[in-house]
């Protein structure tokens, strides 16, 4: 599903290069569950924001779909984005003015989804998060792992073919952050595909094959 050879990206810093990811190989199939670890300033976000298109790549390839994203304009790709790829962030990013509901409800109303068939998806998604009976909390009512479900249901309400999430886990204790995993892992037996970030080498274990990021090169640790 995702094909990514000989990827370049670098920064240039006054007189300076810097290669935040030198010579990326990656390949992930559909309905894989791929972890990357790897310390701060690795190169670990850059990679995740090429492959969910919101950034791009200096040279390489990058194939997602059968569709060459290294030429596709830039309007091109925001659509290919908003209907392809789910993010989740470790600081959740949930709009404070809305619900629960709402905010899980929200790239639904973009896409101009009848209110028939929102109501239907928002509400199966809560049940699949566990979060039944929290639909009219605002997110400052709930706890950081609750939260970070809603965030979870929003990236997958639109039902992308690729969930992104870069350390999903750092601003949960350890134990929210295993019930995070767990829900991801839920996720990817369900059929999704799933690419995780993480500080935490055992949270990665968990994941079908983990990768590490060093110095902007990446390399397969483990395949299950
Ligand atoms: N917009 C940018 N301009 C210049 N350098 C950047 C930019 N974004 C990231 N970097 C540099 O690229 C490297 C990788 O950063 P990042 O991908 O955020 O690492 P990680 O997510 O693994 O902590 C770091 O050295 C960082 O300072
Ligand atoms: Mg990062």
Do not use: W
């Not at 999430?165 to 204790?173: F, K, Y």
């Amino acid at each position: 599903m995702i094909r990514i050879e000989n990827l370049n990206k670098v920064y240039r810093l006054g007189g300076e290069e810097l290669y935040a990811l030198r010579d990326i190989h990656f390949t992930l199939e559909q309905g894989s569950f791929a972890a990357i670890v790897g310390p701060s300033g690795s190169g670990k976000s850059t990679f995740m924001n090429i492959v969910g298109c919101l950034d791009r790549a200096t040279s390489g390839s990058y194939y997602l779909h059968h569709q060459d994203l290294i030429r596709l304009p830039d309007k091109k790709l925001s659509q290919f984005r908003n209907r392809s790829i789910g993010f989740v962030f470790q600081q959740f990013y949930l709009l404070h003015r809305l619900t629960a509901y709402e905010n899980m409800e929200l790239p639904l109303l973009y896409r101009g989804t009848s209110v028939k068939e929102r109501r239907s998806k928002v509400l199966e998604m809560f049940a699949l998060l566990g979060l039944e009976g929290k639909e009219k909390f605002y997110p400052k009512q709930l706890s950081g792992g609750q939260q970070q479900r809603v965030a979870i249901g929003r990236a997958l309400i639109g039902e992308p073919t690729l969930l992104l999430a870069d350390e999903p886990t750092g601003a949960l204790d350890s134990k929210t952050g295993q019930d995070v995993m767990a829900l991801l892992k839920k996720i990817h037996h369900e059929g999704h595909t799933v690419m995780m970030i993480t500080h935490d080498h055992k949270l990665a274990q968990e994941a079908e094959y983990i990768y590490e990021m060093k110095d902007g090169k990446l390399t397969e640790l483990k395949r299950r």
